[in-house]
């Protein structure tokens, strides 16, 4: 690949939890490999971002829980019930508001070291209407396509936003909670630009290709091709969290 190619990536890389980020250093350092100057599009939708807040938002959390679990189909007393616990759940937290300001940081940190990120982005709107310069984007991989997540299916991550001319692809992508029939329309509308598809699942394969109409590919985790001695280049002094 020529030096000159320039690539953006999309993922959940500002989760705190190991392989989400690990994941996300493993695809951008296999892309900077074969000699692509390489971004990861700092994109954090404040709904899904205050997850990680010091004080999570007990509202949000319940509307976003709730977005999700209807998204699913999930009946709407259970989505309600699921939406109260979320709340719960988020006011638990706060006892635990320097801890989780730790480890924000620290997360935040090694996300700046090891993941080149672009300017920051809140909503798909912003993204849209400054999208990162690249002549390559990537979706890829984790669950970005889960609506249960994502509180229904995020065009950001079906990269629905920067010029015509961008080549688009979706790399190893995992949603093995997808119900692909229910989402039958929004796929073949949303994924319409992307180039090439690959799946981390292959139990997902068949059933997202025949709705989608094109064949789709089942690739590793981008962590299976990162070589033990070369993990040791992006790993950092351990420091306890609590």
């Given at each position: 690949?020529?030096?000159?190619?320039?690539?953006?990536?999309?993922?959940?890389?500002?989760?705190?939890?190991?392989?989400?980020?690990?994941?996300?250093?493993?695809?951008?350092?296999?892309?900077?490999?074969?000699?692509?100057?390489?971004?990861?599009?700092?994109?954090?939708?404040?709904?899904?971002?205050?997850?990680?807040?010091?004080?999570?938002?007990?509202?949000?959390?319940?509307?976003?829980?709730?977005?999700?679990?209807?998204?699913?189909?999930?009946?709407?007393?259970?989505?309600?019930?699921?939406?109260?616990?979320?709340?719960?759940?988020?006011?638990?937290?706060?006892?635990?508001?320097?801890?989780?300001?730790?480890?924000?940081?620290?997360?935040?940190?090694?996300?700046?070291?090891?993941?080149?990120?672009?300017?920051?982005?809140?909503?798909?709107?912003?993204?849209?209407?400054?999208?990162?310069?690249?002549?390559?984007?990537?979706?890829?991989?984790?669950?970005?396509?889960?609506?249960?997540?994502?509180?229904?299916?995020?065009?950001?991550?079906?990269?629905?936003?920067?010029?015509?001319?961008?080549?688009?692809?979706?790399?190893?992508?995992?949603?093995?909670?997808?119900?692909?029939?229910?989402?039958?329309?929004?796929?073949?509308r949303l994924s319409c630009r992307l180039a090439p598809i690959s799946l981390r699942e292959k139990h997902s394969r068949l059933e997202l290709s025949a709705a989608l109409g094109r064949e789709i590919t089942v690739c590793p985790?981008?962590?299976?091709?990162?070589?033990?001695?070369?993990?040791?280049?992006?790993?950092?002094?351990?420091?306890?969290?609590?």
């Amino acid at each position: 690949m020529p030096e000159s190619v320039t690539a953006a990536i999309i993922n959940f890389h500002f989760a705190h939890n190991f392989g989400a980020v690990l994941q996300a250093v493993a695809l951008r350092h296999q892309l900077e490999s074969l000699g692509c100057s390489t971004q990861v599009i700092d994109y954090r939708p404040r709904a899904h971002a205050q997850v990680y807040a010091p004080l999570p938002n007990p509202i949000i959390s319940a509307i976003w829980r709730y977005r999700g679990a209807a998204a699913v189909g999930a009946p709407p007393t259970t989505a309600v019930h699921l939406a109260a616990r979320h709340a719960a759940r988020a006011l638990s937290e706060w006892p635990q508001v320097n801890r989780r300001r730790r480890r924000l940081r620290q997360f935040r940190a090694y996300a700046r070291e090891h993941l080149n990120l672009t300017q920051s982005y809140r909503s798909l709107a912003s993204l849209r209407r400054d999208p990162p310069d690249a002549d390559i984007y990537i979706a890829g991989s984790d669950q970005i396509w889960n609506p249960g997540v994502t509180g229904g299916l995020d065009p950001a991550y079906f990269l629905c936003f920067g010029a015509e001319n961008v080549i688009r692809a979706a790399y190893a992508v995992s949603c093995p909670s997808l119900d692909v029939g229910r989402f039958r329309d929004d796929l073949r509308r949303l994924s319409c630009r992307l180039a090439p598809i690959s799946l981390r699942e292959k139990h997902s394969r068949l059933e997202l290709s025949a709705a989608l109409g094109r064949e789709i590919t089942v690739c590793p985790d981008p962590t299976l091709f990162v070589e033990a001695d070369e993990w040791l280049r992006f790993s950092d002094p351990v420091q306890p969290v609590s």
